[in-house]
């Protein structure tokens, strides 16, 4: 069992930064996938960021060069640092990780203004 908990969104402007967290209920040193999906309004769930225990990291088009996922597993945490935002960021973030079974987060609101 995995229990995943978000925090670090809010509000922002365009161009702003967001850091978002996710804390983890046991070691994620060998959970084979974590990452960051998000669901804007009226759209689907879609991938943002995920990082393997090897990690090997994947990005949505959309945020390359603006978004980084990163984690330290001595604190059994996984990040999210976002720069540059857009309106078009603004979403729902879940933490998401795969061990043999698939956990997700309860999510964090993130809003850019423009």
């Known amino acids: 069992q995995v229990q995943l908990v978000e925090s670090g969104g809010g509000l922002v402007q365009a161009g702003g930064s967001l850091r978002l967290s996710c804390a983890a209920s046991?070691?994620?040193?060998?959970?084979?996938?974590m990452g960051w999906y998000r669901q804007g309004p009226g759209k689907q769930r879609e991938l943002v960021a995920v990082?393997?225990?090897?990690?090997?990291?994947n990005y949505a088009d959309s945020v390359k060069g603006r978004f980084t996922i990163s984690r330290d597993n001595a604190k059994n945490t996984v990040y999210l640092q976002m720069n540059s935002l857009k309106p078009e960021d603004t979403a729902v973030y879940y933490c998401?990780?795969?061990?043999?079974?698939?956990?997700w987060g309860q999510g964090t609101q993130v809003t850019v203004s423009s």
């Open positions: 998401r990780a795969i061990t043999t079974l698939d956990y």
């Open positions: 046991r070691s994620i040193f060998s959970i084979n996938l």
């Open positions: 990082m393997t225990s090897g990690a090997s990291t």
